[in-house]
């Protein structure tokens, strides 16, 4: 069970860049400037379809459809499914209530805030939402982050930094273009219409968009996840 929600979190975590990044590329969205002349994504939401790998309990490669749902800022409701479309895992996010349903081993979990994951259990994944948030507003980065040092290498700027956190990670971009961003072990590599996570050198998750729309309409039911009768908290 852990591990599912593991790549659920994972999913959410890697995948969220990518979806701003495509949804830029392909339709045209409205803009906005604020005091600080930064621009952000107003008034869109957006629809992607995609396909995953992901390792299962025994480590093997198992393969996924996804849809995600969002209006950046306020909600995101996320389906996975796996072979003749049985639902394996469905989150929905708002801003005063989260829940994620795992429908095949009949469990749940929820909670509210900004923190999303197992709050109870030490060494669980937790995904900060608000940074989540921040990617549909072009930072691809952690915000507010401090950089230690930085070099070029033929072109591509490496740059070692650290979060609010005071947590350190490196990344790489070129032309302002974000390539890579590692923590730890774990390496995160961008490549449209692609994006890979590297554990230890070795691949561990890899993630492919096959459709995005912009300005979608969305029906009521897609931001409401009751849990089933009989369904046992995580």
Known sequence: MLKALQCLLRILLFAFPLFFALACTHAPTSISENSRGEKSLVGDSIRVKF??????????????????????????RLELSGPMGIGVASMLWTDTLWTIVFPTEKKFLKGNGYMVGLLTQPG??????????????QKYLP?????ISSRDSSGVLLVEAKDQLGSTFKFAKAQEKVLWLERGAERVVFNWPEIRVVRDGLPYMSLTVKKVQNDVSFSGSTW???????????
């Open 124 to 137: 669980a994944p937790l995904v900060n939402v608000h940074q989540i948030a921040g990617f549909f507003e």
């Open 51 to 76: 396909k995953l790998e992901v390792p299962d309990e025994s480590g093997k490669m198992q393969k996924l459809d996804a849809v995600m749902f969002s209006v950046p800022g306020k909600r995101y």
């Open 224 to 234: 409401r996840l009751p849990v089933p009768h009989g369904y046992q908290p995580f």
């Open 143 to 147: 915000e507010n982050y401090e950089e």
